[in-house]
């Protein structure tokens, strides 16, 4: 039964790294010099690929879990 949190953790990590990009976005939107947007588009970039990453390794395995039986 503890497996669950394994197959679930993913999915929580995928949200908070979400909200983290969403953070990077807001940043780049915001700023207004060059050497500060560069660097936050390319963290949103790169933590909106991690949190999809995340978010759909842990739908699998939580769906696998109770619909693979």
Same mark, same amino acid.
């Given at each position: 039964?503890?497996?669950? /949190?394994? /197959?679930?953790?993913?999915?929580?990590?995928?949200?908070?790294?979400?909200?983290?990009?969403?953070?990077?976005? &807001?940043? /780049?939107?915001?700023?207004?010099?060059?050497?500060?947007?560069?660097?936050? &588009?390319?963290?949103?970039?790169?933590?909106?690929?991690?949190?999809?990453?995340?978010?759909?390794?842990?739908? &699998?395995?939580? &769906?696998?879990?109770?619909?693979?039986?």
């Amino acid at each position: 039964m503890w497996q669950i /949190y394994l /197959y679930i953790l993913p999915i929580g990590l995928g949200i908070m790294t979400l909200a983290a990009s969403l953070l990077c976005l &807001f940043a /780049y939107l915001m700023s207004d010099d060059n050497a500060t947007r560069q660097p936050a &588009f390319n963290w949103f970039k790169r933590l909106l690929i991690v949190a999809f990453v995340l978010l759909s390794a842990g739908l &699998f395995m939580t &769906f696998g879990h109770f619909w693979g039986q």
